[in-house]
């Protein structure tokens, strides 16, 4: 069985940083990609920023230049370290992990769902 459970919201002022965390946990073989997706009411989910490798990272134009998305293998967990603030980054964020799961000759390949984190930026 497999978890990702996420941590770090709150609130902050505009021009702050927060650093939220995601953790995928079990029966893992390998971790494709993880990253993030975020969401405010009435609006579509966005994608925020994924990472592949320590070295492979994307971003969306929005946030590009103040989010940083980083990876520990060590304990399959990622980060995104947000910084510069502004009351548009307001949203519910959702990280993401997709996964291969299981053994040789029975792979499955999975995106699992954190629970959700709210980040508000206000004054």
């Known amino acids: 069985q497999v978890q990702v459970v996420e941590s770090g919201g709150g609130l902050v002022q505009p021009g702050g940083s927060l650093r939220l965390s995601c953790a995928a946990s079990g029966s893992i073989f390998s971790i494709n990609a993880m990253g993030w997706y975020r969401q405010t009411p009435g609006k579509q989910r966005e994608w925020v920023a994924a990472i592949t490798s320590a070295t492979n990272t994307n971003y969306a134009a929005s946030v590009k230049g103040r989010f940083t998305i980083s990876r520990d293998s060590t304990n399959n967990t990622a980060y995104l370290q947000m910084t510069s603030l502004k009351a548009e980054d307001t949203a519910v964020y959702y990280c993401?992990?997709?996964?291969?799961?299981?053994?040789?000759?029975?792979?499955?390949?999975?995106?699992?769902w954190g629970q959700g984190t709210q980040v508000t930026v206000s004054s």
């Open positions: 993401y992990a997709d996964l291969t799961t299981g053994r040789p000759g029975r792979f499955s390949r999975t995106t699992y």
